[in-house]
């Protein structure tokens, strides 16, 4: 499993997971998350306002929006970073709302970060080894006593070393990881999520900071994660990225979930242009042409870009 | 003329002396607070205070045996680690940092005042509970060693006794600090949030190890009452200023740093005030009055904390590619 990572020439995407239209908040066949009527203010702003939504398994999932719609909100809520004030939700048919991010982790709804957090001066190898589930030394007491955790200590180190591989940082496990570069940073971060063998990997603005050259590189880690029977949700601001990935795209603005649906269909549809470009993009407001001329660029690139 | 063979003995005593122990030991505890898992601990006084009233009140008020004052003194830095966890540790870490350094003082102030004089002692504090120890001892009466190194038969046990136990805490810090334990507890100090994505119950670490460092500082305020008298103004604010200098100037995440660390501090120490106040004495220093010697040598102290933090800020035993990077 380690170096077939080649790129394919076009991800194959799932199709088919909801039932009936796709509107916002429909059923899913067979949903790996499911959450109800999820609220979080902050002082008089509604960040995060969801009535219903599932997320299917097995597939990727964006979540996408304007600045300040509250994806980040509702993916802290959902992974126990952050308390709703109301709302449950349920993973893999559990009811994990309000339960703290450590107990949800250990579910299997392993999380990254927008600002990527690389554990600086710990080695690459330690940082990977911390992913790891289960672990015996973990325990102060048993941590005294080697022998208790030696075995599983190397077998995880295997583990750790044929995912390092993978993502092409085997030859930097001794080095600390602030001696990585951001997208490096990236790929460590979402290796180390791996160690724990998820089965919801949500990730948060992976592309952001990334350059150009290994931006295909994760991509394609992230197509190998659905390959792998992992289900992805991930927040993104790049539509190229979305629009090429992703099987499923829900679109969130002012807190809601305004639209959601299949990556080309979601991008024609009127409640996404308007959460974009605001409710009166099409008439002339007479001030800021500059403005104007920027949204005409993000429209084009919703709409002609067919990749 | 200086007599310069007493500065240096004086000095070189320092180097195993159960002060010196003590210091090590609670900079250890702090190097487990501090340096491994970033916690921001200013009570380690507290701690320390702890540990001190704690052996000698349940010696002297409840007559017990050594090892029942010395669990009761762990027990109750225990509770009083679990006091302040509970509501600080869930909080950013500087707010352990002012609730430690208060409730440090709180600990020290109930020591002192009068209401419960006949059981601590008020100011004048405790002594007279060395017995139980000094029973211990298994070396036969007499004097024994070489040089400045001469002590009688309970100064040898006291300092036996300080240097294995501070011996077995470096043992123990060392092998939980290369574990998966320690791995989770210095990935919290690079980012909790990160280790708590990762399915480890930060808070419960975070607890563990101020518990483990604090039952450190509370050993070491035992070892540090053994050779004196229980003073409650020995635990105001500096002592633990000072167990942070002794940290910083051996390395702050490191085992032997806080050991190594001590040494340097108590021998310099000892041999700037020996140096100054015979200075003072023989006419070398004619702008400056003895009691004003005395307290130059802690003026220094201050001095030598900011040269080191400065110019060297990983400690003689740290690093330094570990401080390389500016997080």
Redesign the interface.
């Known amino acids: 499993m380690s170096n077939n990572t080649v790129p394919t020439a076009k991800p194959v995407k799932t199709v088919g997971m909801h039932i009936g239209e796709a509107v916002p908040g429909c059923k899913k066949k067979d949903p790996i998350l499911v959450v109800d009527g999820v609220s979080r203010t902050f002082g008089g702003l509604k960040a995060v306002d969801v009535e219903h939504l599932e997320i299917p398994r097995g597939a990727i999932t964006a979540l996408i929006g304007p600045n300040g719609a509250g994806k980040t909100t509702l993916f802290n809520l959902l992974?126990g970073?952050d308390k709703p004030d109301t709302g449950s939700w349920t993973f893999e048919g559990t009811s994990i709302g309000g339960m703290?991010?450590?107990?949800v982790?250990?579910m299997g709804q392993?999380?990254?970060?927008q600002l990527t957090?690389?554990?600086?001066?710990?080695t690459v190898m330690?940082?990977m080894?911390?992913?790891a589930?289960a672990?015996?030394?973990?325990?102060?007491f048993r941590?005294?006593l080697?022998f208790l955790?030696r075995q599983q200590?190397a077998h995880n180190k295997v583990k750790a070393l044929d995912l390092l591989a993978r993502f092409k940082l085997d030859t930097k496990k001794d080095d600390?990881a602030?001696?990585l570069s951001g997208g490096q940073r990236k790929l460590l971060?979402m290796a180390?999520?791996l160690?724990?063998d998820p089965t919801l990997v949500m990730l948060d603005e992976p592309m952001a900071g990334v350059n150009p050259a290994l931006t295909q590189s994760l991509l394609d880690h992230i197509l190998n994660l659905k390959a792998e029977g992992m289900s992805v949700l991930f927040v993104e601001h790049d539509m190229h990225m979305v629009r090429h990935i992703a099987d499923w795209v829900i679109v969130m603005a002012e807190g809601k979930v305004v639209a959601e649906g299949d990556p080309h269909e979601v991008m024609r549809n009127q409640a996404v242009i308007d959460a974009y470009l605001g409710q009166h993009h099409d008439e002339d407001l007479g001030e800021d042409p500059d403005a104007g001329q920027q949204n005409v660029g993000a429209i084009k690139e919703l709409l002609d870009d067919e990749l | 003329m200086i007599d310069w063979g007493a500065i240096f003995s004086n000095a070189a005593v320092e180097l195993i002396s159960p002060t010196t122990a003590a210091y090590a030991l609670a900079a250890l505890g702090l190097a487990v607070h501090f340096g491994y898992t970033g916690l921001l601990n200013f009570g380690q006084a507290g701690f320390m205070a702890l540990g001190a009233y704690g052996y000698a009140i349940s010696t002297l008020t409840f007559g017990f045996p050594v090892w029942a004052s010395v669990l009761v003194g762990i027990g109750a830095s225990v509770v009083f680690a679990l006091i302040l966890g509970i509501p600080t540790l869930r909080l950013r870490a500087d707010y352990l940092a002012i609730v430690t350094i208060a409730a440090a003082e709180i600990v020290r102030l109930l020591f002192t005042t009068n209401t419960f004089q006949p059981v601590t002692g008020s100011a004048n504090g405790l002594s007279g509970y060395k017995g139980g120890f000094a029973d211990l001892n298994p070396i036969p009466a007499g004097t024994y060693g070489f040089g400045p190194f001469e002590y009688n038969a309970y100064d040898w046990w006291l300092r036996i006794v300080a240097w294995t136990i501070v011996i077995l805490a470096c043992l123990?810090t060392w092998?939980?600090m290369r574990?998966?334990?320690?791995?989770?507890i210095?990935?919290i100090?690079?980012?909790e949030?990160?280790?708590?994505?990762?399915?480890?119950?930060?808070y419960a670490y975070k607890m563990?190890s101020l518990i483990?460092g604090g039952v450190f500082g509370t050993i070491a305020g035992m070892i540090f009452v053994l050779p004196r008298a229980v003073v409650p103004s020995n635990y105001q604010t500096s002592l633990t200023f000072f167990v942070y200098a002794i940290l910083l100037l051996g390395g702050a995440a490191t085992i032997l740093g806080p050991v190594i660390g001590s040494m340097i501090f108590w021998v310099l120490l000892s041999f700037f005030s020996g140096f100054i106040a015979r200075a003072v004495e023989a006419g070398w220093l004619p702008f400056m009055s003895s009691i004003q010697a005395g307290q130059l040598r802690f003026i220094l102290v201050g001095v030598a904390i900011m040269l080191i933090v400065i110019y060297r800020p990983q400690g003689i035993f740290g690093n330094k590619?570990?401080l390389a990077?500016v997080?």
């Open positions: 992974t970073f703290a991010a450590f107990k982790a250990r392993v999380r990254t970060f957090k690389a554990l600086g001066l710990l330690d940082n080894l911390l992913g589930k672990q015996v030394g973990e325990n102060l941590a005294v080697p955790w200590e600390y602030a001696s971060e180390r999520a160690m724990s | 123990f092998q939980i574990s998966p334990w320690g791995r989770v210095k990935g100090r690079e980012d949030d990160a280790v708590r994505a990762l399915g480890k119950n930060v563990q483990l590619k570990e990077f997080k």
